[in-house]
């Protein structure tokens, strides 16, 4: 009967959930690092961008309202799928004071990414390695939650322990080298971003 208890306590610690959190949690963050431009054009500086469009009665992201392309490694293009609603791109990216100023040109926003100097280039710098301390702090949360669901039938269960503490062991291990593996991913992910920040 405990042996039945056990596996069925296996099952639902499932390691895979845990994995799944902690890939969630590091994919919010890359969005998150992604939005902090390092002096080159890409489509991430301004696709995740919320706007109010259609004199406000819709709330859109601005890679659902344009194909974004680059013309040059310093110009962003976006070009609306409904040119009506042009201006009100060009205004919604202005006011997400995100330091980029589009330009319209016919039927095409243009964006010119100014280069960064290096007092600049720190301050970014030093909000993407906040920004990667908020992003460890979020896997470690999921590696708590999942630590007390370990330790919690061991109070009791009709009495008795529910696992062994080799069990225990094990599971908490594997836990954790869960957690170092996606606190690797996250320094990996700094010390790219950091080499992208430098480049002149």
Do not use: W
Request: net charge negative.
């Amino acid at each position: 009967m405990l042996a039945i208890i056990v596996k069925q306590f296996l099952s639902v610690m499932n390691l895979d959930e845990i994995k799944n959190k902690m890939g969630k949690a590091i994919e919010v963050l890359k969005n998150d690092v992604a939005t902090i431009r390092t002096g080159r054009a890409t489509p991430s500086l301004v696709e995740n961008i919320s706007l109010s469009v259609y004199a406000g009665t819709a709330r859109m992201r601005v890679m659902e309202l344009a194909t974004i392309g680059t013309l040059d490694s310093q110009t962003l293009v976006l070009t609306p799928f409904d040119s009506t609603i042009i201006g009100e791109i060009q205004k919604g990216i202005q006011e997400a004071n995100v330091g980029l100023q589009p330009v319209v040109d016919g039927k095409i926003i243009r964006i010119s990414i100014p280069l960064l100097s290096e007092e600049r280039r720190q301050q970014l710098i030093h909000l993407m390695k906040q920004k990667l301390e908020n992003g460890k702090v979020m896997v470690r949360q999921v590696r708590q939650e999942g630590m007390h669901d370990i330790k919690k039938p061991f109070d009791s269960v009709q009495g008795k322990q529910v696992l062994s503490e080799d069990d225990t062991f094990r599971l908490e291990k594997e836990m954790q080298n869960i957690t170092d593996e996606a606190i690797a991913e996250i320094d990996n992910l700094g010390k790219h971003k950091e080499q992208e920040l430098l480049q002149i």
